[in-house]
T-cell receptor, first 111, second 117 residues
Framework: AQSVTQLGSHVSVSEGALVLLRCNYSSSVPPYLFWYVQYPNQGLQLLLKYTTGATLVKGINGFEAEFKKSETSFHLTKPSAHMSDAAEYFCAVSNDYKLSFGAGTTVTVRA | GAGVSQSPSNKVTEKGKDVELRCDPISGHTALYWYRQSLGQGLEFLIYFQGNSAPDKSGLPSDRFSAERTGGSVSTLTIQRTQQEDSAVYLC???????????????FGDGTRLSIL
């Protein structure tokens, strides 16, 4: 069994500020972890993924995430928010082919 | 095109009617998935196709839902006798060969927004 919990359904940040989106997972086997972003009326776009190896994963658009097994976490960060980062973000876990998604976090960016 | 293509982008229909949603995966991707995104339930897995193997239908919510994949490429998701609770965005994704231990990322289409009146 596997599941994901995203803490905070809405996050508001100022342009240029740190973006931090929290994700905790539960998995009976070593997980594969993903972050996806969804812009309005669009599908999901992969930001980054963790499979094995280096626990700090860099993705597109300046985002990165760190896998912490001891904390069962995979938090997403970006040092400096841009207006174009306003979207909904989903954390997902998989150990075969099914993705189990968190409820999502909506990010708004204030000018 | 280079990405996953879904049609129609929007569909409005009356309760009780049947609907067909289409997905054209990325060329060369052998794995295809359907998910449903709704306000109440979030993103839910519906069905998975991998090559010629029997599909995993474990996520289909009722026997009114069915899907097929012809020739290992295009897939159609059919909902019979639609109900208002079927209103949602239906997302299709594809990936290279998937399976236990696979980490192939799934590439999503823009979805079909289904509204049942």
């Amino acid at each position: 069994a596997q599941s994901v919990t995203q803490l905070g359904s809405h996050v508001s940040v100022s342009e240029g500020a740190l973006v931090l989106l929290r994700c905790n997972y539960s998995s009976s086997v070593p997980p594969y972890l993903f972050w996806y972003v969804q812009y309005p009326n669009q599908g999901l776009q992969l930001l980054l993924k963790y499979t094995t190896g280096a626990t700090l994963v860099k993705g597109i658009n300046g985002f990165e995430a760190e896998f912490k097994k001891s904390e069962t976490s995979f938090h997403l960060t970006k040092p400096s928010a841009h207006m174009s980062d306003a979207a909904e973000y989903f954390c997902a876990v998989s150990n075969d082919y099914k993705l189990s998604f968190g409820a999502g976090t909506t990010v708004t960016v204030r000018a | 095109g280079a990405g996953v293509s879904q049609s129609p982008s929007n569909k409005v229909t009356e309760k009780g009617k049947d609907v067909e949603l289409r997905c054209d995966p990325i060329s060369g991707h052998t794995a295809l998935y359907w998910y449903r995104q709704s306000l109440g339930q979030g993103l839910e897995f519906l069905i998975y196709f991998q090559g010629n193997s029997a599909p995993d239908k474990s996520g289909l919510p009722s026997d009114r839902f069915s899907a097929e994949r012809t020739g290992g490429s295009v897939s159609t998701l059919t909902i019979q006798r639609t109900q208002q609770e079927d209103s949602a965005v239906y997302l299709c994704a594809s990936s290279l060969a998937a399976g236990r231990g696979s980490n192939q990322p799934q590439h999503f289409g823009d979805g079909t927004r289904l509204s049942i009146l």
